[in-house]
């Protein structure tokens, strides 16, 4: 368990509109995400969320990037540039080479 | 139409050439306007039929700011005929890096009376409509249904979704746009409308479509406190315009020719799915200068508050206060009301602990470790609610021991738990998700909250206090 042998899977995980913020300013990852999670299960967006959470984020306000164990409103979720609602959001199975972009929705003018 | 009048510069892809045939085209245009359009009529896909129809439109832009400036100036310059303007603030020094509509010579004059001045110097051909006060839910509706076409040149949620509303309820295309620091972001919503309540086949989305529910305002950055860089907002601003100039010289806001109230043709799911466009801007590294990403969004949402099957919003109800967008987008996001004995004031905490009648407990504190680190109560131990939560949905999605979650040393025992955090809201969660996950050992162990934070604290009990 948790061995660096264990299977991942490369991805890019990005983050705009303010967000790069609470992960160290830094746009874009490559990530290797464990194929599956702590119980058995494929790797979904949610699973993907609580690793950024755990081993990326830079910044202790978390309850700027979730709340309640979801992700915040106001935080649109792209998977491949589409809307995470088109794709399943949350139970969306992460597969090799996906880019999931998260971007904070813009209110200023 | 007679046949000479006829050109073929409109594409004739089904949707657009079905709005595109009703006699009014057939006027000529005048010298000074031929002269004025020429360039732009020569480009493909516009002609004189296009600029006509730009002529003839009324497009609202709401919002004299960092958006409406550069695309009033675009809007105004293309010869678009009627051009209204809604906005209640009056120019300052600070806006004249990106509100490029505004001029020194012009400080403290009404925004929209300003931008008017700069329109009429540009192309004194529109008719300019100043709205010098701010958009309401009780005159919205009066103004947006005197247009075409509605530009959101707006800087704040509440009313984003006035807007977006009112747009939906008087079928009127949306371009919506917003940008804060470095980055941008612009989206063409509810176009070609649809009545309200159509959700069989595809149809446009509205903002609520889009953006279910408004961030938490403590997550809400504004372009005064957060800054912003007048060519990011400049680029949102011309690109809106470049939008509508495409949707007004098309004829997407034209009800389809066949359609009596009620329907609409359902759309090509391309035309129904419209596109989010972020822009970013980078300060800081040389690697990555900017970047434009087009991101696909969904359709129109059945269950959709506005737009969706079945929705109960009216414009009368709009009017008279429902929704109320002030509380839609101010409320906490959970609101835990806890019953009066898992509360205690901070004044009644203090007095007990004095007199030596609190019974030995644990003392957390659930703000963010910076605020922690400038002073906290005697004893207090911290818990950052932002972690808590999310280490609380781990457990209990994977089922992990809720005892882990408590700092250390403080899941032992019956002692009692209370809960102070920085103004009271998220105390009153954590002590409820606490008894969610159990750890008050069946009722044995009381778990409190103290009532309205160090904010209670520092206003009732100590005003030495560190509250930051
Ligand atoms: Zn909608």
Redesign the interface.
């Known amino acids: 368990m948790g061995s660096e042998s264990a299977a991942t899977i490369p991805i890019t995980v990005d983050f705009?509109?303010?967000l790069e913020m609470l992960f160290d300013?830094q746009?874009r990852y490559l990530i290797s995400l464990p194929v599956t999670?702590?119980?058995g299960k494929a790797a979904n967006i949610?699973f993907l969320i609580?690793h950024l959470?755990k081993h990326y984020m830079k910044d202790?306000?978390?309850?700027?990037?979730?709340?309640?164990?979801?992700i915040?409103?106001?935080?649109?979720v792209?998977i491949n540039?589409?809307?995470w609602?088109?794709e399943g959001e949350e139970a969306y199975e992460i597969k090799s080479k996906d880019n999931i972009?998260f971007?904070?929705?813009?209110?200023?003018? | 139409m007679a046949g000479e009048t006829k050109d073929n510069s409109l594409p004739k892809n089904g949707l657009l050439s079905a709005r595109s045939s009703d006699g009014k085209f057939s006027r000529r245009l005048t010298d000074d306007e031929f002269d004025r359009y020429s360039r732009q009529m020569i480009v493909p896909g516009m002609g004189r039929e296009g600029q006509l129809r730009l002529i003839e439109s009324r497009l609202l832009i709401i919002g004299a700011g960092g958006l409406g400036c550069p695309a009033a100036q675009y809007i105004a310059g293309a010869g678009v005929g009627t051009i209204g303007i809604v906005d209640g603030d009056i120019v300052e020094a600070s806006n004249l890096h990106r509100q490029v509509g505004h001029a020194t010579s012009r400080l403290g004059m009404k925004k929209v009376d300003s931008l008017i001045t700069h329109l009429k110097a540009l192309n004194p051909l529109p008719t300019y409509i100043p709205y010098d006060f701010q958009l309401t839910p009780q005159n919205a509706a009066d103004i947006i249904s005197q247009y075409d076409l509605v530009l959101d040149c707006t800087d704040h949620p509440i009313t984003r979704y006035l807007i977006s509303d009112i747009c939906v309820l008087t079928q009127k295309p949306l371009v919506s746009a917003a940008a804060v620091q470095k980055s941008g972001q612009l989206t063409v919503l509810n176009c070609p409308p649809a009545p309200q309540g159509l959700v069989d086949g595809e149809y446009p989305p509205c903002y609520r479509c889009c953006f279910r529910k408004p961030p938490p305002p403590s997550s809400m950055v504004s372009c005064g406190e957060a800054g912003i860089m007048g060519p990011v907002v400049g680029m949102m601003g011309m690109a809106q315009a470049g939008e509508a100039i495409k949707i007004l010289a098309s004829g997407l806001h034209l009800p389809p020719p066949t359609s009596d109230d009620n329907t609409a043709p359902p759309l090509e799911r391309n035309l129904a799915r419209p596109t989010l466009l972020i822009y970013t801007y980078d300060l800081d590294s040389a690697v990555g200068p900017y970047s434009f990403r087009a991101l696909k969004m969904g359709g129109r949402k059945k269950n959709c508050f506005a737009c969706g099957e079945g929705s109960t919003l009216t414009l009368d109800g709009i009017k008279t206060g429902n929704p109320d967008y002030v509380q839609f987008c101010s409320a906490p996001t959970i609101n835990v009301r806890l019953p009066p004995e898992q509360r205690i004031t901070a004044v009644a905490y203090h007095a007990a602990k004095e007199k030596g009648e609190l019974p030995a407990h644990i003392l957390v504190d659930t703000r963010e470790k910076e605020h922690f680190s400038f002073g906290s109560l005697e004893g207090a131990v911290n818990m950052p609610f932002g972690r808590f939560l999310m280490n609380a949905a781990a457990v209990k999605r994977t089922g992990g021991s809720a005892r882990d979650l408590l700092p250390t040393g403080a899941a032992d025992g019956d002692a009692p738990i209370f809960v102070v955090c920085r103004t009271g809201q998220d105390s009153q969660e954590t002590v409820e998700k606490l008894r969610e996950l159990g750890l008050d050992n069946g009722g044995q162990r009381k778990i409190v909250d103290i009532m309205g934070g160090l904010r209670a604290w520092k206003q009732d009990v100590d005003p030495t206090f560190p509250f930051i």
Do not use: M
């Open positions: 705009s509109g303010g300013n746009r999670d702590e119980s949610a609580e959470c202790p306000r978390a309850d700027l990037f979730v709340l309640d164990g979801h915040r409103p106001g935080i649109l792209l540039d589409a809307d609602e088109l972009l971007v904070s929705t813009l209110h200023g003018g």
